[in-house]
C-alpha cells in the first residue's frame, strides 16, 4: 500500500484510540454547574461507591449520573469483559450543550428572558 494512502492513517489513527470503557449522554438538562457538583463527589472513587454515593445524594443530577454510570458498567462488563469489583472512575467530566431560550411575562409589557441550560456529561471508568 502506498505511503500515505487514506486507509493506512486510519489504521494509525485507529490504533490510538482509548479501549476504556465510557458512556455519555448528550442534551442532558441539568446545567453544567450543577453536575459537576456531584461529579466532583464521586471522581476518582470505585464504582460501589460511587453509586451508594449517587443512591443517597439529594440532587437532580445524581439521579442522571446514576443511569449513566450504571450505563457506564454495563458497558465495561459486555463490551470489554471487565469485572465490577475491579472498576472505578478515571475520569468523569461535563461539558456544556445549546442553552434553550424562554420568555417569562412580566409587569408592564414586559419580557424577561430565561434560559435553560443543556450539558454532555461523560463517565470513563478503568481497571485497577
Known sequence: MAKGHRSQYKRERNANKDTRAKAKV?????????????????RGKDVETALGILSYNPRY????????????????????????????????????GPTMK???????????????????IT???DER
Open 26 to 42: 448528550s442534551y442532558a438538562r441539568v446545567p453544567v454547574q450543577k453536575a459537576c457538583f456531584v461529579l466532583d463527589a464521586i
Open 61 to 96: 443530577a445524581s439521579s442522571v449520573i446514576k443511569k449513566l454510570l450504571e450505563s457506564a458498567i454495563a458497558n465495561a462488563e459486555n463490551n470489554n469483559g471487565l469485572s465490577k469489583e475491579n472498576l472505578y472512575i478515571a475520569e468523569c467530566y461535563a461539558n456544556k
Open 102 to 120: 424562554r420568555i417569562k411575562p412580566r409587569a408592564q409589557g414586559r419580557a424577561y428572558r430565561i434560559e435553560k441550560r443543556l450539558s454532555h
Open 123 to 125: 463517565v470513563v471508568l
